[in-house]
């Protein structure tokens, strides 16, 4: 459920930055970051457990700056999809780089025995790769809708709430399989 947390900045941006008025959900997401990063950095976690927390801060900085300069860009209908495809992003640079991102977050809940095994890392790309072609599939979705229909709000909602729903649910369920499954070959 911590590593969830992280996700508070772009969930809160989603309800705020309704409509045509993002400003006031990037600022929002950037307070929400920079108070998650700077508890976390202060409880002692590492960089490694907080890179969704991270990337939200710059993600939401970078927009903050960009939505107050050019708050009517013809970009600001796309905040949903653009919201996507930075995570997407993150997600597919942190396993271009052979560091999922929910390695962190699994080794504050794995005895430190397993953190070295190739099953461990396994799960957690399985599980990053699962996020990262969840953000990909709403980006292009939101894109897509937002360009076609930028009135039907609930189906942006559905396609928001089902990028973090679906991949939460796998990663919940995913790494109790595996268990499983090695339980059972034992």
Do not use: Q
């Amino acid at each position: 459920m911590r590593g969830l947390l992280g996700f508070l900045p772009w969930i809160v941006y989603a309800f705020v930055a309704t409509g045509d008025e993002w400003r006031w959900g990037a600022i929002t997401g950037l307070a929400i970051a920079a108070v998650l990063v700077t508890v976390d950095r202060r409880a002692g976690r590492g960089w490694d457990e907080i890179v969704i927390e991270t990337s939200a801060a710059v993600f939401f900085a970078c927009l903050t700056v960009f939505s107050l300069v050019a708050p009517d860009s013809p970009l600001t209908p796309y905040g949903p999809a653009l919201v996507n495809v930075w995570l997407a992003g993150t997600a597919w640079g942190s396993l271009a780089i052979r560091r999922p991102f929910t390695l962190g977050i699994a080794r504050t809940m794995a005895p430190r025995e397993v953190w070295e095994a190739p099953g461990f890392y396994r799960v957690n790309a399985i599980i990053t790769a699962a996020w990262a072609a969840a953000f990909t599939v709403a980006a292009v979705s939101l894109a897509l809708v937002l360009s076609a229909a930028p009135h039907a709000t609930t189906l942006v909602i559905v396609i928001k709430a089902l990028s973090f729903a679906l991949p939460a649910v796998f990663t919940a369920w995913y790494p109790k399989r595996v268990r499983r499954a090695l339980a059972g070959e034992r």
